[in-house]
């Protein structure tokens, strides 16, 4: 008798649950279907029914997927019927489509649905979420939370607007300056690196210019200014950035000195050595810091080539961009036969790949500037043509 009213018990527990499960895996089942339909951007559930925000803010593509939700409240699903559900649709702007079939949904259930969906943004979703608290707001006026987060997100959205047109001036202006070398910009935080002997103050006075003729925002700014060759930093920051300070000055510091052309080897040097005083411990800039600092010292040596005359192999040198212009020694061609000269002109060749060919291409002359050959390197290797 004991095991038949143990048996009876689980029967009923079973056919209670069951019923339960099935319309739990129905409305699963009927949320992955509504996420299925393409122009359909998110879908948000509760027990009031179903919210499906759309990509964008089209008529013709509101109307389309209504017309595919309105076929997908039709369909049977195993077990599943999905006649009953109520759903709400509204495009990109949050503005509802009327033209969706469905169940009643009342606008308390629509409004705790899109809270459901606008709580879940990303803070950084600015325009979003400005977007969604205005529409809550309408749907629930006398919510003080959602008026507050308005506000918030209001004045959000002119910060950005004001922070992206102050930024776009300084971007566009600096190259004018010519005290100015360059300019990187993170948000808030402003990188400079300045000619001359007052770098803050130049990069300080740049930006007070851009601010007649695009306003400052009014979120307080980090100013850090670098002398020409980065040997000396100053910045005028406020004390709350200091805990982020270092991060975004590496980030910005990184961004100029991989804008350096490859060739211009000193300023890459000085470059790693400079971002070698912020992260000490980085095999990354210790590595390329070794390899700029290698290329320089097999350009001098290149450079510093001597013929049995005791005199130098290149009598002298310049560079336009990434080539090297060369001039061979007089003393190192007179008189030698075309085959010898071909021999030394291979000999160049190889000792300037093994030197590490700081430029990919270098131009032999003599010194009447007549061109005698180019030598042209890629992939550690070196080909010269006469």
Do not use: W
């Not at 950005?160 to 948000?187: G, Q, S």
Request: glycine letters at 4%; a positive charge.
């Amino acid at each position: 008798m004991k095991a038949r009213s143990i048996l009876f018990t689980l029967f009923i527990l079973i056919v209670t649950v069951l019923p339960a499960f099935a319309q739990k895996d129905c409305a699963d089942i009927f949320k992955a279907e509504l996420e299925d339909i393409s122009g359909v951007n998110a879908v948000v559930r509760n027990d009031g029914g179903f919210l499906a925000i759309l990509k964008e803010g089209s008529k013709k593509q509101a109307v389309s997927v209504a017309s595919k939700i309105n076929k997908l409240r039709k369909k049977n699903v195993g077990a599943c019927d999905f006649s009953g559900v109520a759903v709400a649709v509204m495009d990109s702007n949050f503005d509802q489509i009327k033209n969706v079939s469905s169940a009643s949904m009342s606008k308390n259930e629509l409004t705790k649905l899109l809270y459901d969906y606008v709580y879940k943004l990303s803070p950084v979703q600015v325009d979003e979420n400005l977007k969604g608290y205005e529409k809550l707001s309408e749907l629930a006026p006398q919510n003080n939370y959602y008026k507050t987060r308005k506000q918030h997100y209001s004045k959000r959205a002119e910060l950005v607007k004001t922070r992206a047109e102050y930024i776009a001036r300084c971007l566009k202006e600096f190259p004018k300056n010519k005290n100015i070398v360059d300019l990187k910009i993170k948000r808030d935080f402003y990188l400079f690196v300045v000619a001359g002997d007052t770098p803050l103050k130049t990069a300080k006075d740049f930006m007070s210019a851009i601010a007649q003729e695009a306003p400052k925002p009014e979120k307080k700014m980090c100013v850090i200014a670098y002398s020409e060759d980065l040997s000396s930093r100053q910045a005028s920051c406020p004390s709350d950035y200091q805990d982020i300070l270092k991060t975004n000055e590496e980030e910005l510091l990184m961004r100029h000195v991989q804008s350096l052309p490859g060739f211009k080897i000193q300023q890459n040097i000085n470059g790693y050595k400079a971002l070698k005083k912020l992260a000490p411990h980085s095999t990354l800039y210790t590595k390329k810091l070794v390899a700029y600092e290698s290329k320089q010292q097999g350009l001098e040596r290149f450079m510093n080539l001597y013929i049995s005359s005791g005199e130098k192999l290149i009598s002298k040198s310049s560079n336009r961009g990434a080539t090297l212009y060369a001039t061979i020694n007089n003393n190192a061609l007179d008189g030698k036969s075309a085959s010898a000269n071909r021999k030394l002109f291979k000999l160049i060749t190889d000792y300037y790949a093994a030197s590490g060919y700081a430029y990919k291409k270098c131009v032999l002359k003599n010194t009447a500037g007549e061109t005698l050959g180019t030598i042209s390197c890629a992939n550690s290797r070196c080909t010269f043509k006469q």
